[in-house]
């Protein structure tokens, strides 16, 4: 088996070389993921990766050795971005094929083949074998090989250490609607990213189930978030707002009254829908004003057409840039007030109001939490608490209004004259929701 597995490589290997001068890159490309889609289904994961590595580092990792793999003739004339394409894709196939048939383990030995001292450039190298070394240091030094490792995450200690990993799966969001990305990256990234939220929706509804009776342990249920006892708490002033005063309510009402408004009308009603029943705080108050005004100069050529439906996506995509990033780089100056003046429980509602009647507007809001998760992981986590906290009240709030989730809070006690409502008389309980469509 290992004997034919290896001459299936050099064949391909010779294949992709010979034929190099004849074919263009990409016919190359072609045949090399069809190689591997075929393997991956055929072989088993130990064959795959010892296939992978004959392809791209067999010979590299060689002392004294100038000889390098086929595969590095096609794109040694300049094509540096072509094999790192390449090399993704191949990745990925691998991946998606594992993930789906629960071969995660072996995820992290892939991505391993690439962390061997002997793939570093050394001065005795021959100056061919030093190109091929610096495109794969280039590649493991990328954005793409640190996304490839968050598929390798269950099984990779170091990876659970550093605190913005606890918010993979916006991470993965934004790999999936980068249609710069393979396909296989994208719908690998898409189907690991439900599945985290799933998990943390789960162990949420078991933990608040466990922490609210006498007789059950926690101990099998552990509180997913890092909010500590806080967290219940929290949940319950969450859910406290239902009735007919719930956000859902209130998110239907604007709609129906907002419809075949001009954009003017509609900007002026969506900023007293967002900060309807928001604290009259002065913090926050001069930082409403400052939205305000941020949003009524946006688009104001458009102020007299009417509201579309891609206006209206277009007008709430805008908000949430104005709530998180921006620019696409840093945060924005609202963002950073928020957070600096321990307003995150505000800034998530109001972005949940905005998902709430723009559910097409998930993705961007994901994809933007997923930048600021980038911009601030190289910071300290001592020096990040206050975003910390708005993600883990982010992911709760969410996990809360979930599509297919519901929370209720039953009052367990009569309420003393204390005009203060105690939350302590009050139990959460949860429960799948019946989806009457089908």
Known sequence: MNANSLSISQEKTHSVTSNSSQTNVQIAQEEVYSFFIEIVKSLLPDDVLREFKGLFIEGLDLEDSDYIPGIYSVFLDDNEQELCNTLKRCCYIIVNNWKANR??????????????????????????????????????????????????????ESFKGHWANRYSSYLLIDQSVNKNNPIEQQEAARKLSKQIKEKFKFELAMYIARSQSAVSSTARYKNPSVLGDQALRLIKAIVLKRGVFSHENIAHIFIKQTQNQTLEEFKINLEKYLFLSVSKQESVEAWKQHFIKTLSSWKKDYDREVITKELFLRTCNRVIDCLTIENGKEPSSLFISLITQGHALTLVIILLKIILICKNSRKHLETRIAHLIRFYENYPEDECKGVINFMEIFNITFAIYAENVEYNLIKMEEQSSNPQLNLDGYRVFSQMKVDRHK
């Open 103 to 156: 071969k995660d383990k072996y995820i992290q030995e892939l991505v391993n083949l690439f962390i061997n001292e002997n793939l570093k450039i050394k001065e005795d190298n021959a100056p061919i074998v030093k190109t091929c070394k610096t495109w794969l240091e280039n590649f493991v030094n990328s954005k793409d090989y640190q996304e490839l490792k968050l598929f390798a995450a269950k099984y990779d």
